[in-house]
């Protein structure tokens, strides 16, 4: 059984700083592409970043750019996504997801076969 779960979730103020790690469980998924996407209640899941199986292409929506770095760690089987200068407008919950053969279609949630079950982000003023 394949199992993503994430961490690192919680309460910050606004300009402060979370990391998010997501654990993949149950096979390797080294050759996996990895994303991160969040959604909020009565909105589509929406793409925030994501990472190629090499760990050497990045990909980030223009509205975390320059603020959140997404980095994978293959040997833990782990992605992380360091969040910094949050804002409210980014307060919901982060899904992390893995799939295969992504190539440039990242930022689609449909590629993603796998995903967690989601950490609760909350920045306040």
């Known amino acids: 059984q394949v199992l993503l779960v994430e961490s690192g979730g919680g309460l910050v103020q606004a300009g402060g700083s979370l990391r998010l790690s997501c654990t993949a469980s149950g096979r390797s998924f080294s050759m996996y592409a990895m994303g991160w996407f969040r959604q909020a209640p009565g909105k589509e899941r929406e793409f925030v970043a994501a990472?190629?199986?090499?760990?050497?292409?990045?990909y980030y929506a223009d509205s975390v750019k320059g603020r959140f770095t997404i980095s994978r760690e293959k040997v833990k089987n782990t992605v992380y996504m360091q969040m910094n200068s949050l804002k409210p407008e980014d307060t919901t919950v982060y899904y992390c997801?893995?799939?295969?053969?992504?190539?440039?279609?990242?930022?689609?949630?449909?590629?993603?076969?796998?995903w967690g079950q989601g950490t609760q982000v909350a920045v306040s003023t």
């Open positions: 997801a893995a799939g295969e053969r992504v190539g440039y279609y990242m930022c689609r949630t449909s590629m993603y076969a796998y």
């Open positions: 990472i190629n199986w090499s760990g050497g292409s990045t």
